[in-house]
């Protein structure tokens, strides 16, 4: 007796374990190629992949806004730009761990494609490491990025022309810029935006231009989070015995000046309270002019406040 049913696809089993990388064998264009034009990339390997989260891992320097689409298909993948690259400009397109083999989802190592739309690639590169100014550790997935020093838009506005993230070392590596000066700063980059959050994100810069051509330093970049939103005063909290200022954002120190030479205890309370005490022997209004100190030592003069 013959019983026949539909073949099921499965992984094979028995025989050694693939703990082997796809290799990259050809692609389009060849790596370092000079004056490409067109808008299609194709990558083909040697064994048949999978992507995984393209959209997040690759890394396309410098910056551009031209949507791709992407296929797999067997051993290759293909993306497909909505536009021509710029004229006269080095591309670099990482790809992280974004393609892996199929059997054991081993991912390419180094995978990394480099052309250019002129008649020479540009060489400029930065490098360095990245760490918590607090615990010394080195820090992943950190943003590093490269800014023209002409920006007038903050970086909670502005996107770096040129980037790399962080690895497990806290390393990070920049190539194939434009040579020239840039500003060269780090953000933690939480949702992956590449803006800063003021309030939430870590950030660390090089005080000095850096010149990706001549300056060939291992930089170390101190990463902390600074909240840069300006300090005001968000409400107040009037009780019978005391008086409190409810800052937007938490403070280190304050400074109090009494104009009518009238004088109240004050303390901090919670990071972001200023809590005034009413004693017996005091005018019915009191007038203090607040001088709030951040974590970088800055100096915000409040609005006189009557308690």
């Known amino acids: 007796v013959f019983f026949g049913r539909c073949a099921q696809q499965v992984a094979p089993t028995g025989g050694k374990k693939d703990t082997l990388a796809p290799i990259l064998t050809q692609s389009i264009p060849l790596n370092k190629t000079l004056n490409f034009k067109g808008n299609r990339v194709e990558l083909l390997f040697d064994e048949y992949v999978v992507i995984d989260n393209i959209t997040s891992k690759l890394i396309i320097t410098p910056t551009i806004e031209n949507p791709y689409t992407f296929k797999q298909n067997g051993m290759s993948v293909v993306l497909n730009f909505k536009k021509e690259f710029a004229d006269s400009t080095t591309y670099t397109l990482n790809f992280g761990d974004a393609i892996k083999d199929f059997a054991e989802k081993n991912p390419a190592k180094n995978l990394k494609l480099v052309f250019s739309t002129g008649n020479s690639l540009d060489s400029g590169h930065v490098q360095g490491y990245v760490k918590n100014i607090l615990s010394r550790k080195p820090l992943l997935d950190v943003l590093v990025g490269l800014y023209e020093i002409g920006d007038t838009l903050p970086i909670t506005q502005q996107k770096p022309i040129y ?5 497990s070392s806290g390393y990070f590596s920049i190539e194939n ?6 500003k060269l700063m780090a953000v ?3 949702n992956r935006n590449m803006l800063y959050n003021t309030k939430e994100e870590s950030i660390g810069l090089v005080t000095s231009p850096v010149n990706t051509g001549t300056d060939t330093t291992r930089f170390d970049i101190n990463m902390f989070l600074s909240d840069i939103t300006p300090l005001k005063v968000q409400r107040t909290l009037p009780k019978v015995n005391n008086y409190s200022l409810v800052l937007n954002r ?7 000046n009494f104009p009518n030479n009238d004088s109240l205890p004050y303390l901090i309370e919670n990071g972001n309270q200023i809590k005034f ?9 009191t007038l203090a002019q607040v001088t709030v100190i951040d974590s970088l030592g800055k100096k915000v003069e409040l609005a006189p406040s009557k308690i």
């Open 177 to 182: 810029t434009n040579i020239k000066e840039y």
């Open 277 to 285: 005490y009413k004693t017996e022997i005091h005018s019915d209004t």
């Open 250 to 256: 938490n403070i280190e120190d304050l400074e109090v």
């Open 188 to 190: 933690e980059d939480k």
């Open 163 to 167: 980037f790399s993230r962080t690895d």
